[in-house]
């Protein structure tokens, strides 16, 4: 069962669209980064899924309860780390995690164990007495971690939870989450991308409201291209590779000189046509001098992902949205992002 | 409304970890102490009429009543909503009726607690002098207890109208003493019999004035509660806008 399901979901605030038509899933015990520039819409996603707003349309399920319809069954299924963390200046850190305890239902005889052991586990015993409003914000960020893991919730959603921290606290958190997800689904929003690498499993890339790309870490940086060094007529070496399987585009890049020239073959997501490619050039009498498979990494993948959802390059659409149109300049990422959902 | 009882505690707890409780105390306490004082030299010791003065027929009561509801409630919503604190409460299993009950149960009970010293004075002019008539302060009570949630209520719905907390602020002082002056005001603009009638089921002070001569009048009760619930029906639902925008 998934923890997570949203389907079609949009989300308005008056003409703005802030999410447009989104669907994805998080599968229980999954660690799934949702990835995107400032103003992408990962903060609205979070903000309906933890119930504090519901969606303009489509449906959001959470732990199998609707957002809204069982919305309180939601809320104490989720911890919920917002962006900035905000907490009342004015309490202790004891209090405030024990007054959040009590909200979240955690039995009177549970509560002194529980809050004790989320103080010791996000590092802020040492300060249980101290006044929220005089912590430093790395802290504030652990109160706040600590809040929402208090009640034990099977899932958590975390937003943007190492922004404002110095290195050695990011570092320090980001091995914290890892740590949780052995026992917690995650989502968690960030638009930093060596944090998605270190941390997640798989990757939603949303921009402008919508999911340009949505996969496994290591399906997104699979090889997408060969690089050959080969001599002999570009023509007939370019025949020669047309054929292989697995490769969708032979260009000649350039000459490298003393006969040699570069081609660049395009690879059908997730094929690797190395040896097919090695065959089918000895095989052709052309002489081999390089052969690499170039992966891409994140940033290569996300950095196109948000290009091509710039606003500019989308076609203006009229409502209501239909899902996933595939017909732009996302036509690959729409179509990962369809097989996800189709499984 | 499990957890209604847990939000009103904080609620209340928080309101004295501000210097601002004790110094509205110390205010309040002074000032009415003084008048107590002066009027109960003017009246020549009528316990009774003095205290009837210092709940509700007089400026002094008036004064307090449209100030101090108005600073411990204006900032109650409007601060969180500002701060992002709604936020953690909201995405915790709270109901939106919840959450607006303790925002408004928590200044309600800080009026009462206000007022509990004043008792005292009843209680030692009756050891060592003349003792009022219980009925009648009794009565006294209810109606300022009723006042203050009144005005309570008013200026919580317009805390979670705003974020900015001078606009509340600014906003609840100036809905309190439209409460008080408007209905006075209508006389100056109509003596029309209607206009009359509607004039004294809307006046705040003339209503009170029945409490304050021992009187309770369930017709100033009904009006006050129902200005209560209306005013916390609408808290919960401009709290609730932010789903709807």
New interface residues.
């Given amino acids: 069962m998934s923890s997570i399901s949203v389907q079609h979901l949009t989300k308005r605030y008056g003409t703005i669209t802030a999410v447009d038509d989104v669907s994805f899933e998080v599968g229980s015990g999954e660690i799934v980064g949702l990835l995107g520039p400032n103003g992408a819409g990962k903060s609205t996603t979070m903000r309906v899924l933890s119930c504090f707003m519901p969606a303009t349309s489509g449906s959001v399920v959470v732990n199998g309860f609707d957002v809204v319809r069982r919305s309180l069954a939601v809320r104490r299924s989720i911890g919920y780390l917002p962006e900035n963390v905000p907490l009342p200046a004015e309490m202790r850190v004891i209090e405030y995690l024990d007054y959040r305890a009590k909200l979240k239902g955690v039995p009177r005889r549970e509560r002194r164990a529980r809050v004790g052991e989320v103080m010791l586990r996000c590092g802020v015993r040492n300060v249980e007495r101290r006044i929220i409003g005089q912590l430093s914000k790395g802290y504030r960020q652990r109160v706040g971690l600590a809040d929402a893991l208090v009640h034990d919730p099977p899932i958590l959603i975390l937003d943007e939870p190492t922004v404002g921290l110095d290195p050695a606290q990011i570092r320090e958190v980001r091995a914290f989450i890892k740590e949780l997800g052995e026992r917690h689904t995650i989502l968690l929003s960030t638009h930093i991308l060596p944090e998605v690498d270190l941390i997640c499993g798989r990757v939603i890339i949303i921009a402008n409201g919508r999911i340009g790309a949505e996969d496994s870490l290591e399906n997104l940086r699979r090889g997408r291209r060969i690089v050959l060094e080969v001599r002999g007529e570009p023509r007939s070496v370019e025949a020669a590779l047309a054929r292989v399987r697995g490769i969708t585009n032979v260009r000649f890049d350039a000459d490298a000189g003393a006969g040699f020239g570069r081609f660049d073959l395009e690879l059908r997501d997730g094929a690797d046509a190395r040896e097919d490619v090695a065959r089918a050039v000895t095989s052709g009498g052309f002489p081999l001098r390089e052969l690499r498979l170039e992966t891409q990494s994140l940033e290569d993948v996300f950095i196109r992902t948000v290009s091509a959802e710039e606003p500019s390059a989308r076609p203006v659409r009229p409502e209501p949205v239909p899902p996933h149109d595939g017909g732009d300049a996302v036509a690959g990422a729409a179509a990962a992002a369809r097989g996800a959902d189709a499984r | 409304m ?2 209604l009882f ?2 009103a505690w ?1 609620e209340l707890t ?1 309101m004295f ?2 210097p601002l409780a004790y110094l509205i105390m110390l205010v309040f306490l002074l000032w009415n102490g003084w008048w107590f004082r002066v009027y109960l030299s003017v009246r020549q010791g009528a316990v009774t009429e003095t205290y009837a003065i210092l709940l509700g027929n007089s400026l002094i009561f008036w004064i307090m009543a449209i100030v101090i509801p108005a600073a411990i409630t204006h900032a109650r919503i409007a601060a969180e909503k500002k ?3 709604l ?9 939106d009726v919840e959450y607006v009950l303790a925002k408004f149960l928590a200044p309600a009970t800080f009026w009462v607690i206000l007022w509990i010293p004043t008792s005292f004075y009843a209680w030692f002019l009756s050891e060592f002098g003349q003792a009022p008539e219980f009925g009648r302060v009794a009565a006294g009570y209810l109606g300022v207890f009723l006042v203050g949630f009144v005005f309570i209520g008013v200026d919580l719905l317009v805390s979670a109208m705003t974020t900015s907390v001078i606009v509340s602020l600014l906003m609840a002082f100036f809905l309190n003493f439209a409460l008080v002056l408007v209905p006075l005001g209508l006389d100056f603009v109509s003596q029309d019999p209607s206009m009359r009638k509607i004039r004294n089921y809307i006046d705040l002070p003339q209503q009170f004035q029945t409490f304050s001569s021992g009187v309770v009048d369930s017709r100033a009760i009904v009006f006050y509660v129902s200005t209560i619930v209306l005013a916390l029906f609408l808290a919960v639902r401009t709290v609730e806008v ?2 709807w ?1």
Avoid at chain 2, 87 to 95: D, L, N, R
């Fill in positions: 499990r957890n847990h939000l904080r928080s970890l501000s701060s992002g604190v936020e953690m409460t909201m995405t915790a299993p709270v109901s932010r789903k925008r």
